[in-house]
């Protein structure tokens, strides 16, 4: 296994373990126990807002100028759905019967959707990311290969 390799291992570990509690977290919420939606909420809340404070440190802090610009990207696009889910999404999705409560419940359950196909569409892109990296790879130890003989 060369460093790619040990590295897309890693990541995929990471990638389940999230995937997991993403799983778990909704099935318990599931059952409907407010307080225990509540506090799960919460903890992943804090956690989502220390992985936002990691990716600012990688854009103040990394020296790969290309990593730096990713991770930018990254807390552009948070910031930006952020800001459309607090302040535009209920708005946009008022309807002349509905309640402001409705219309904030029917925009947090829209959201959720779209999160979650955005979810699909980047482990989409991990893939096409891993396999392109992974045919340079081969490609240029074929080459090698080739070379020497």
Known sequence: MNIGQEVFAIKLYELEQQYGKLQSRIRVCGQENRQRIRDELQKTAEEYEEERLLLQERVRNCRSRAVSRLAKAQLE????????????????????????????????????????????????????????ALDGQVGEADENREKNI
Not at 77 to 97: F, P, S, W
């Open 77 to 132: 696009y948070r910031k930006a759905t952020d800001e459309i889910v607090k302040k535009q999404m209920a708005e946009d999705l008022h309807g002349e019967n509905t309640t402001s409560g409705e219309d904030a419940q029917e925009a947090s359950a829209l959201y959720a959707e779209f999160a979650i196909d955005f979810a699909t569409l980047s482990m989409q892109q991990a893939l096409i990311a891993a396999l392109t």
